[in-house]
């Protein structure tokens, strides 16, 4: 016996390289006689298949991991370059499963995946968000946001198309993160069987790593070589101490004790609209493709409120939201504050901060809040001061409904006219009306008609194409915004027309631009801003603002954030600072 495994020894400890190569490629390798064999050729076939299949899913899992951490989640920045990146959580990855053994490495492999199955959920709702409201996704505030998409897709879709389309992501989650694991587990094995030569790469490749973060080294602007997806981890930090710092701004509000009798004088007897034009931006009126629709609609009505004996000044703001989220920018605009995400706009309706509307409430209006597009509980409204919410139930509308726009925005406000103004001696009023036909999906889009006959809302019928046969053609999308935009602004400067007194005082503006499926990428988060007035003698209280004359602001029109709008119009119109109060709140605040 141990003769025999001496001889069997001997020629293999004898045999050169050659000869091994040889072996390596014919003796070592039974596909290679199996050809010779009856049925040779199916199993080389077969083995040539398997060993195909295999370099395509190891190839697929190589591309999988690579996306998840070097792709940049803004989809307008894929391109080919971008993928000239080097990972440094992967170069930390690879060295950690290379040095441990086989069952830990394997216990690790499994972690990592899920780790990464993780990071690669996040990056496609980071996608989504880019696409929608031209950002990233914030774990900290932005959950609140996936109800509202739900809502909406409820709305556009159905109730089977919402529940579809949130089963289907929640298969695709579960896919992406049983992938991710399967396919690092892959790659282990793979780096294992290629211990040196990945053992030699990874140092190399974190030097290099080391010298583009330091130099800052960017192939595509805005997308660094040295890629770091554990940044998007420290802006959770930064949340999370963004409550500490708006606390401290919040704390400090000029008109807080100012008693009622010194606010507003300036607007004394006038009723005061503030209309928010849903997805109203600056594009709109700039935009080549978009502006010479709604540019016609407001050079025509600056001519026709002019014959009317109305004037009008206009500039723009900075909103602090794109694509959605529009109460962010009305809780800005209302009061004074910044209010970029969900965390600020909890903590601002949980406190006593003055807005406009309780400054006008406090100076005897009547504050109104008419809401077509309220069709649930609004808790929060109680922040505001207004002394009556018309949610859409109240607004006594007996049409079609126009998609997510409940109601066309000459019913909201023929309604607001009939339910509040036309009364006879009414005390003055002070309304916040945002019109929501403006709101995407942008179709269908009703027709102005004859303030009499709008009624009850019966005759108003739905025409054109469907939203699914529009939505499929991004030029057809855009012509429907810019469409909506300009029934929208056409049914106010109508109702100015028609309704328009002395006494009425119209402030209206965008609360965000639209989506970046309408701008573009890259476009500013500026909104318009329109004084309309009969009574010149409002208008003259802002002509050191620098605001244009007539309803259309122009490339150099003057651009403020959207968060000094309230204290600039509460000064503006007579309204003082309580000076005790603005020392007290200073030293709070420091």
Known sequence: MSFSTRSHRLPTQERTPAQDDHLSDDALNPLAHAVDAPGGAVAAERGRGRRIRAAVATTLAWLFVLSVLIVPSDVSRVTPAAFLRIPVEGLLCAAIVLVLPGTARRVAAGLIGVVLGVLAIWKLVDMGFYAVLDRPFNPVFDWSLLGNGEEFLQVSAGSVGAVGAVAAVALLAVAVLVLMTLSVLRLTRLLVRRNAAVTGAVPVLGVVWVVCSLLGTQIVPGVPVAALSYDRLLEVRVSLQDQKAFAAEAAVDAFRRTPGDELLTGLRGKDVMLVF?????????????????????????????????????????????????????????????????????????????????????????????????????????????????????????????????????????????????????????????????????WVPTPQLTDWKTIGDGSAYKVGGESPDAVWKHVDKVRAAYRGSIAYSLNSLISYVETYGEDDLVLVFLGDHQPAPLITGVGASRDVPITIVAHDHAVLDRISGWGWQDGLRPGPKAPVWRMDTFRDRFLSTFGSRPAATSVRAQAQAAH
């Open 277 to 441: 034009v849903e997805s109203y931006g600056r594009d709109a009126v700039e935009d080549p493709a978009l502006a010479p629709q709604v540019d016609a609609a407001l050079d025509s009505g600056t001519r026709r409120l002019r014959a009317a004996g109305f004037g009008s000044r206009s500039a723009f703001l900075s909103s602090p939201t794109a694509g959605g989220g529009s109460w962010l920018a009305h809780s800005t605009l209302l009061s004074g504050l910044w209010i970029d995400n969900q965390q600020r706009y909890t903590s601002l309706v949980k406190s006593n901060r003055l807005t406009l509307n309780t400054a006008f409430r406090r100076a005897g209006w009547r504050t109104l809040a008419v809401m077509p597009g309220l069709t649930q509980a609004w808790p929060e409204g109680a922040f505001y001061g207004y002394d009556k919410v018309y949610g859409a139930q109240d607004l006594g509308y007996r049409g079609p409904r126009f998609n997510w726009g409940t109601m066309p925005d000459q019913y909201t406000l023929s309604a607001f006219q009939r339910d509040e103004r036309a009364r006879r001696g009414h005390t003055p009023i002070m309304a916040e009306i945002p019109l929501v036909t403006s709101h995407a999906p």
